[in-house]
């Protein structure tokens, strides 16, 4: 079974600096995706950015990337330039790319809680 | 287009009673799925439906949980003789295929059992 492991229970930032947080992940399979969800005192889940395994390209999304490193399994998120509204909790999440197992399941690290200093 | 829809938001249940979680997925979308959220943990999935079918329940607790998707009408987390670790936030996330599609999320429904 595939396991994701967020190592920071908390972080903070100031305001305009950056943030790197981690994640790690396990698995045996070679086709998978991987997210970053942010969930804001709401509640509601929002995702944040997204990588597929098979891209050596790093996605990023405006203040947002990611620094993917398949063979050590890691998967961390960068946030530049952060700004208030950042301040949430982030989790990263695996979901198996393979066609016959259960490639919509995600499954979630702990969770890393951002708080951002003005 | 209005986003995944879930209800209520917050439910109080007494020990012993049951609880009825709503979700409609978003205009389009015919997969949905289920998470819950125990304090201080990540979201777990619990269970995957299309309409009128389970496809994967194997996140769901053996007893007192099940979950529908009718034909007509939203996704329905059913929970019978609530305890007080049942208390949580359960999630519900739609999307317009399996596998690769990006799920989309509701909300979530914060249950607290007395």
């Known amino acids: 079974a595939q396991t994701v492991t967020q190592s920071q229970p908390e972080m903070s930032v100031q305001e305009a600096e950056t943030v790197t947080l981690s994640c790690t992940y396990d698995?045996?399979?070679?086709?998978?995706?991987l997210f970053w969800y942010k969930q804001p005192p709401s509640r509601q889940m929002i995702l944040v950015i997204r990588?597929?395994?098979?891209?050596?390209q790093n996605a990023t999304e405006n203040r947002f990337s990611v620094n993917f490193q398949k063979a050590a399994k890691s998967f961390s998120l960068k946030i530049s330039d952060s700004q208030l509204g950042d301040a949430a909790m982030y989790f990263c999440?695996?979901?198996?790319?393979?066609?016959?197992?259960?490639?919509?399941?995600?499954?979630f690290g702990k969770g890393t809680l951002l708080t951002v200093n003005p | 287009n209005a986003g995944v829809m879930q209800n209520p938001r917050h439910l109080v249940r007494r020990r012993g009673q049951e609880a009825r979680l709503r979700c409609s997925p978003m205009?389009?979308?015919?997969?949905v799925y289920w998470y819950r959220q125990l304090p201080e943990e990540g979201l777990k999935f619990m269970v995957y439906?299309?309409?009128?079918?389970?496809?994967?329940e194997s996140g769901m607790p053996k007893e007192r949980f099940s979950a529908e998707f009718p034909k007509e009408g939203p996704s329905i987390l059913r929970i019978q003789q609530v305890v007080r670790g049942d208390s949580a936030a359960y999630f519900c996330?739609?999307?317009?295929?399996?596998?690769?599609?990006?799920?989309?999320f509701g909300p979530g429904t914060r249950l607290t059992v007395t």
């Open positions: 996330a739609s999307s317009q295929g399996m596998g690769l599609s990006e799920q989309y």
């Open positions: 698995t045996s399979e070679s086709d998978y995706y």
């Open positions: 990588q597929e395994a098979y891209k050596q």
């Open positions: 999440a695996y979901e198996s790319g393979s066609s016959g197992g259960s490639n919509y399941k995600l499954t």
């Open positions: 205009k389009g979308h015919s997969h």
């Open positions: 439906l299309q309409k009128e079918n389970i496809i994967d």
